[in-house]
């Protein structure tokens, strides 16, 4: 079983663990146990077997990262930290030699976050110099892995980010000029929405700009479809995901704005239906 962390917009975390959870029984049922380890400020830890962990940024919506936890251990100077990191099998996880460190130091003796990154660095140096990835295995072109050294009153905690660019961009293109991540658009609708059938509803926002929230609720069940980080890793770790019936199944979803530019640049969808004025005037 492995630890994951599923990081979130603070004040979400509750109902993060609500979509887990009703999500995961659909998706793993009780072939594969999940426990919530612990619900705090900034997201949700839980433990699960790897491929169940990693294959949640294929469907959950409202967070922002998930790291793989993978070394807890004291650690309270430099040439400690050097040895820790140089000891672990990066070639278990890894088909690249570029890495980010980043760094954050809570109540701990080491605080200088560029030489706890520096350091870092070093010590994967030398693993990589006697450990080298395969030619045929090497990704050269893979954008850098970003590994978390968090550091809390000297208890070293190394985590992966599995999901690359941060989950909540799902949308490309024309964003409008105030909109709403995505994220919280999704945490938004399961506040208001819970896990409940709408079929005889009609979803309307009177002011919809690019249409990030009917966007999310027409594919709050959906598959996320971008690449993520732990793609790039040494096996084939996507499992096969079908897309969740969709439980809300509203009668239509439509939108009102009032600036027609932003309708003519907002992509909406044929299953979105947009219209221009204000909503507030309507007869």
Known sequence: ???????????????????????????????????VLS???????????????LNLNRFLKIPTRILLRIKS?????????????????????????????????????LMHTGKIANTAQDAIDFYFKANKIPEKKLLSTAPPQNIYLRLQEDLLEISLDTSGELLHKRSSGFRGKAGIRENYAAALLLALLSFKSYASYTLIDPMCGSG????????????????????????????????????????AIKGYEIDPEVIELADYGADIEVSTGNFFKLA
């Open 1 to 35: 079983m492995n630890k994951f962390y599923l990081n979130c917009p603070i004040g979400l975390e509750k109902l993060l663990a609500t979509e887990l959870q009703y999500k995961w029984v659909h998706y793993y049922g009780e072939k594969h146990p999940m426990e």
């Open 212 to 251: 990030t929230i009917l966007k999310e609720a027409r594919d709050f069940f959906k598959l996320n479809h971008r690449v993520f980080a732990y793609q790039n890793w040494t096996q084939d770790l996507d499992l096969q995901l079908t897309d969740l019936d969709n439980l809300w199944n509203f009668q």
């Open 39 to 53: 619900i705090d400020k900034g997201g949700v830890e839980i433990q699960c077997e790897m491929l169940q962990g």
């Open 73 to 109: 251990q004291k650690c309270r100077d430099l040439p400690k930290l050097y040895n820790i990191i140089k000891k672990i099998e990066w070639k278990s996880y890894l088909r690249q030699y570029n890495v980010n460190f980043m760094v954050s130091c809570s109540k701990s003796r």
